[in-house]
C-alpha cells in the first residue's frame, strides 16, 4: 500500500500537464473563432468596398476552425478518460490488498468441541398410559395438573369403571369369607368325627372283651355238659364278630389319625379358600388399576387426554425428574476422543437468559445417526455421533427444568 501511495504524486502530475496543454488549446481555439469573426460596418466603411469572395473566405475559415475544435476537444476527452481508468486501477489496488488464507488449526490450538444436544431428565421424559385391560374405560376425573410435582404412587386419574370394579371387589370378598367359613367348618367336622370314632371303636374293644369273657364261660360248662355245643359255638361266633366290627372301627379312625391340619377334608376347605383370596386380590388389583398413579416422583410435563376421553393404550400424560437435569449431546463421532468424563460443559440455547454448566457423566459406546440438527436447510442431516450425557449443576439443573426437550448448543471446554 505504501507503493502505491508513493507513484501517486508522479502519476497526477503527468496526467495534470497533459490535461492543462490541452485545457490551454481548447481556450485558445475557442477564443480564436471570435477573434475571425467579421465586424459588422456601416455603410460609410471603406470596408464595404471589399470584394465578396473575401467575405466567403472567412466564412470557410471559420468553419474549419471549428472543426478542429472539436477535434482537440475530442481528444482531451480520451487522455482525461484514460487517465481515470488507469488511476481507478491502481486505487482499486491500493483499496483491495489481496487475500490471505489463514492457515488451519492445529488439534492443540482447539480450544473447544462443540455439539447440537436436547434437554432432558435423568431417566428420559416417561409417557404414562392407562392400565393394560382397562378395555372402553374412559377418564372420570383428573387429579394432577401441568407443572405440579407429584410423588411416586400419588393418584393421577380415575377411570369410569371404579364403581363396577367396587362390586366385584364386594363379591370377592364374600366369597373369601365363605371360604373361611367352611373350612372352619371342616375343621370342627373332622374333629368331632375322630372323637366318635374314637368312642365306637372304644366300644366294641368291650363288646369283644365280653364276648371272649362269656365264650370262655361257656367252654367249661361245655365240658361238664352244662350247655349244649351250639350255644358254645353261638358265643364263638359271636367272638368273632365283635372282632371284626372292632377291627372296621380301627381302621375308620385310622383315617384321624393324622394332624388335623393335614387332613384331606381340611385340605380341600384350605385350596377353596387360596382360590378365593386369589380372586380377592384380583379384584383389588382390577380395582386399583381404575386409578392411575405416578410411576416415579416428579413433575407433569405435558396433559395428553382429557376428561371423557376414552383409555385404551394412549398416553395420559408426560412427566420426568426434573429435580436432576441431563444434557443429551450428538458428538461427531471425528471429535469424541476428545471427550473425557468429568470435562467441563457450558450449554446455551436463544431462550436462556445465561448459560448452563455441567459435567460429562457418561460417553456412549454406540455410533449412529444424527437425530438433532439445525434449522440451516444447508445443514448436515446424516452425520455419524455419539451420544454423551452431561449432569448440569444443581443450580443449572433447576433453571433447565422449564425447558425440557429444547435443542441447546453444547460446548466441551478443553
Known amino acids: 500500500m505504501n507503493k502505491v501511495t508513493s507513484n501517486l504524486p508522479a502519476f497526477e502530475a503527468e496526467n495534470a500537464e497533459h490535461v492543462k496543454d490541452g485545457s490551454s488549446r481548447l481556450e485558445a481555439d475557442l477564443r480564436f473563432p471570435k477573434a475571425m469573426t467579421p465586424k459588422k460596418h456601416n455603410g460609410n466603411s471603406p470596408e464595404n468596398d471589399l470584394p465578396h469572395r473575401s467575405v466567403f473566405r472567412s466564412s470557410d475559415t471559420n468553419t474549419k476552425q471549428k ?31 489481496p487475500e490471505t488464507t489463514p492457515a488451519a488449526l492445529t488439534d492443540d490450538e482447539i480450544k473447544s468441541v462443540f455439539a447440537l444436544g436436547r434437554l ?17 374405560a374412559r377418564i372420570e376425573s383428573l387429579k394432577a395438573v401441568v407443572g405440579q410435582r407429584v410423588q411416586r404412587g400419588d393418584v393421577l386419574a380415575e377411570l369410569d369403571n371404579r364403581p363396577r370394579l367396587k362390586a366385584g371387589l364386594k363379591v370377592a370378598e364374600t366369597r373369601v369369607e365363605q371360604a373361611r367359613w ?26 369283644k372283651e365280653l364276648a371272649a369273657l362269656a365264650l370262655a364261660r361257656r367252654k367249661k360248662l361245655l365240658s361238664s355238659d352244662a350247655v349244649s355245643r351250639e350255644e358254645y359255638e353261638n358265643f364263638a361266633a359271636n367272638v368273632t364278630t365283635t372282632a371284626k366290627v372292632l377291627r372296621e372301627a380301627e381302621a375308620r379312625l385310622a383315617r384321624y389319625e393324622e394332624d388335623l391340619e393335614q387332613s384331606v377334608d381340611v385340605q380341600l376347605a384350605k385350596s377353596d379358600v387360596s382360590v378365593a383370596e386369589a380372586s ?29 376421553e376414552r383409555v385404551s393404550n394412549a398416553s395420559l400424560l408426560k412427566m420426568g425428574r426434573t429435580d436432576s437435569m441431563l444434557v443429551r449431546a450428538e458428538v461427531y463421532e471425528s471429535d469424541v476422543s476428545k471427550i473425557v468424563t468429568g ?64 435443542q441447546v448448543r453444547v460446548e466441551f471446554q478443553r
Open 120 to 136: 432432558e431428565p435423568e431417566g428420559e421424559v416417561i409417557s404414562v398410559a392407562g392400565p393394560s385391560g382397562s378395555g372402553d
Open 280 to 308: 380377592l386380590q384380583e379384584a383389588r388389583t382390577r380395582l386399583d388399576d381404575s386409578l392411575i398413579r405416578a410411576p416415579v416422583t416428579g413433575t407433569i410435563l405435558d396433559m395428553e387426554l382429557r376428561v371423557g
Open 182 to 207: 367352611q373350612l372352619a367348618q371342616a375343621r370342627i367336622q373332622f374333629q368331632t368325627r375322630r372323637e366318635e370314632l374314637v368312642a365306637s371303636m372304644e366300644a366294641r374293644q368291650a363288646e
Open 343 to 406: 470435562q467441563d460443559v457450558v450449554v446455551r440455547a436463544s431462550a436462556l437468559d445465561r448459560p448452563l454448566t455441567g459435567k460429562v457423566e457418561t460417553i456412549a459406546s454406540f455410533v449412529q445417526k444424527q437425530s438433532v440438527v439445525e434449522a440451516d436447510p444447508a445443514a448436515n442431516t446424516d452425520a455419524r455421533v455419539v451420544e454423551v450425557f452431561v449432569r448440569l449443576d444443581e443450580g443449572s439443573a433447576s433453571r433447565g427444568s422449564r425447558f425440557v426437550g429444547m
Open 67 to 97: 472543426t478542429a475544435v472539436g477535434f482537440r476537444l475530442l481528444l482531451v476527452m480520451g487522455i482525461v478518460a484514460i487517465a481515470g481508468w488507469q488511476m481507478r486501477d491502481r486505487v482499486a489496488g491500493w483499496w483491495n490488498p
